[in-house]
Nanobody, 126 residues
Framework: VQLQASGGGLVQAGGSLRLSCAAS????????MGWFRQAPGKDREFVAV????????SYANSVKGRFTISRDNAKNSVYLQMNSLKPEDTAVYYC????????????????????WGQGTLVTVSS
């Protein structure tokens, strides 16, 4: 499985960006897909997860109401629409794929995911 993330860049506070992640594989809809981020000098943190087809997404409290995760199973892609961006959203954003049978309680842990994309940098200026 390969994950290719794109869409990062420099944006002013209050602006928007849309991240995309294209995944290889034939059973994309069977897996949870999500986003984590890592700011300079900080640990990786959970941002959002889209459960396998039909499930409800979950968000970190820090992005709830501003970010929206979506997926297009026909295109093997997952997206992260980021609105009302803040300087504290500055980070490298990683697309992740969950293993088969990933349980809800584990979805917020970076070590629960078996594949990671290369990351895309989002910089929000004040």
């Amino acid at each position: 499985v390969q994950l290719q993330a794109s869409g990062g860049g420099l944006v002013q506070a209050g602006g928007s960006l849309r991240l995309s992640c294209a995944a290889s594989g034939r059973t994309f809809s069977s897996y949870a897909m999500g986003w984590f981020r890592q700011a300079p000098g900080k640990d990786r943190e959970f941002v959002a997860v889209s459960r396998r087809s039909g499930g409800s997404p979950s968000y970190a409290n820090s992005v709830k109401g501003r970010f929206t995760i979506s997926r297009d199973n026909a295109k093997n892609s997952v997206y992260l629409q980021m609105n009302s961006l803040k300087p504290e959203d500055t980070a490298v954003y990683y697309c992740v794929k969950g293993p088969p049978g990933l349980i809800v309680s584990r979805m917020y842990s970076a070590d629960a995911y078996d594949y990671w994309g290369q990351g895309t940098l989002v910089t929000v200026s004040s």
